[in-house]
């Protein structure tokens, strides 16, 4: 119900006469034969219900408009209901075509934001919705696309974001002390790895490991890689761009790591600059997922020749001019709410729309998907002893609305997918999604997932395994053929376990067995030296054959023996190792 105005109405309201009789309803009659009577105590009641449903929900009255009610239910219908873990969203999008159609399984996605995209307001950054929505995605692929589980992990080109992951050295990984971040590059934030310096990570089911690196100012020749402290491939660091990748080194042919086991990377001859880890697991199917983001950007800081060199070199990594791509633009909030960055809503679009553009100038067939920034909470806190302030839109003349309704028209004379946050719980009072009114709490982060996963036609799904499943659950038994190693000149060969790539601790037992499938133990061959055997022949005290090389067993760990020893019939001989 509206205020009264009509001349007869009081400034203030009226104090309320007491309460008499029980609760009950208008009547011509009454109880007492008489006809009831409303009384301004009861409009007033009514009035003040009506301003305080209003305040709540953010809807600014107007005494020229009647449509306040319909308002009120738009922004009730749009609520989440938020219980457990599922979560109930209406998003204003085109039909799915984001993964399922016009871009491809292979495809590569980047994600382009700012302080929203770098977790700010997270309690943590495996909290924060860009790390989320990526363990969703691989997660759609692993459970849904192709014949095989390998999937991808994500590649955070802000190396002081990456190193706060699982398994890396900020979460459970480890480095030495002379790795540092340094303030340059793409994201201004870039891992050096000075020559014979490392950092190891685990906690990833991985086949192949690489990683991207500033060309222009690394010195190093190489990194080489180790898993288990045992080296497993080196890779070339001499490229000459900004966004040069070293390659892959694979662990194995056909399997992974373990989540225990350790992978490091120690830079070879001279400094290393990375910008971003890329591994995979074996057969993977899942797109590369690639996060850009950035506190306190808009538009126009990521649309420079030197950053879209960059963004546009990593996001055709690996993949033809034909190869779909795919490009979340989560901008705008700077644009609207901060001093100094803050821009009008023609210029807010034309600047998206600038940068669309460059990226598509440089990296063909690129489909995109934009959002209507969520609405801060434009009051301070109420508290006078709280420093938390508002955020409104920073230039006065514009409302909400203005940026909203330029970012629609745009997005439909684009024709691009649009994510609409101001529908969101996120922009709805009083905001108790955000941590600082303008930033979303862990909750508000994993809204703004969810809406994004919603858009790409995914279930939210931020599972990560983190532990390895039971060594008992399966013992495995590889044969690996003797012909298999090289001999040269009668010395002695290696043959360690990381040739035959099974970890130490997986290793249950270790046989030669014959052609017909007669198998002893290597310990026994050792230990009857001055006899002949199946395998050897006996050249008295000098016989050695298949013992345990004891001088750097941690790296090193196996059994070697002499060429002369072997029978002519050795080739027939395989090693056979059961393990987990």
Known sequence: ???????????????????????????????????????????????????????????????????????????????ILLGNTETSIKIDKKENWVIKGRVGSSSPIMLISDSF????????????????????????????????????????????????????????????????????????????????????????????????????VSTATSAEVYVNNILVGTLSTLGS?????????????????????VIKIVAI????????????????????????ARSGWTFNDFNTTEKLDELTSILGFNKSDSTRRLVILDLGPNSMYQSGRAQTPAEFVSSLNDLKNGITSKAANTSFLICVPAKADPEPDPDPDSELVGYPIYLSEYSYED??????????????????????????????????????????????????????GINLNQYLKTIDFKKSQIVRKTVVPMSAFVLTGGAPVTIRYNDVAIPLDSILDVKLRTLAGVEVSPEMVRNAALSEGLFWNNLGASTRFFYVNSKSFVANAGYYYDANILRPATTDVDLVIYHF
């Open 403 to 456: 940026y909203r309704d330029a970012i629609l028209n745009y997005a439909d004379s684009q024709n691009l997918s649009v994510v609409r946050f101001d529908l969101s719980p996120l922009s709805q009072p009083p905001y108790g999604l955000y941590a600082d009114k303008l930033h979303p709490n862990d909750l508000g982060h994993e809204v703004k997932a969810s809406e994004y996963c919603d858009a790409l």
């Open 241 to 261: 761009i900004s966004g040069s990748h070293s390659g892959f080194v694979t662990y194995k042919t056909t399997e992974n790591t373990r989540l225990t086991d």
């Open 1 to 79: 119900m509206h205020p009264l105005r009509n001349g007869s109405q009081a400034t203030a309201r009226p104090a309320a006469k007491p309460v008499s009789g029980s609760p009950g309803w208008f009547t011509e009659s009454g109880d007492e034969n008489k006809p009831s009577y409303p009384g301004a105590d009861w409009f007033n009641h009514v009035i003040a219900e009506f301003q305080t449903a209003l305040a709540t929900y953010g809807v600014t009255f107007d005494p020229t408009k009647e449509d306040h009610l319909s308002k009120l239910f738009e922004h009730m219908e749009n609520l």
């Open 269 to 292: 001859g001279g400094d290393l600059y990375v910008t971003g880890m890329t591994t995979h697991a074996y057969s993977a199917t899942s797109p590369y997922f690639y996060i850009a």
């Open 117 to 216: 995209g770098a977790g700010l307001g997270a309690s943590t950054y495996t909290q924060s919705f860009a790390y989320k929505l990526s363990r969703s995605i691989f997660n759609a692929f692993n459970r849904t696309f192709g014949s095989d589980t390998g999937v991808c992990y994500e590649t955070n080109l802000d190396m002081s974001k990456a190193w706060l992951e699982p398994g890396m050295p900020g979460n459970g990984g480890d480095n030495s002390s002379g790795v540092s971040f340094v303030n340059q590059g793409l994201l201004t934030k870039q891992l050096k790895i000075p020559a014979d310096e490392w950092f190891s990570f685990k906690t990833k089911e991985v086949n192949k490991i690489g990683f991207f690196y500033d060309g222009l």
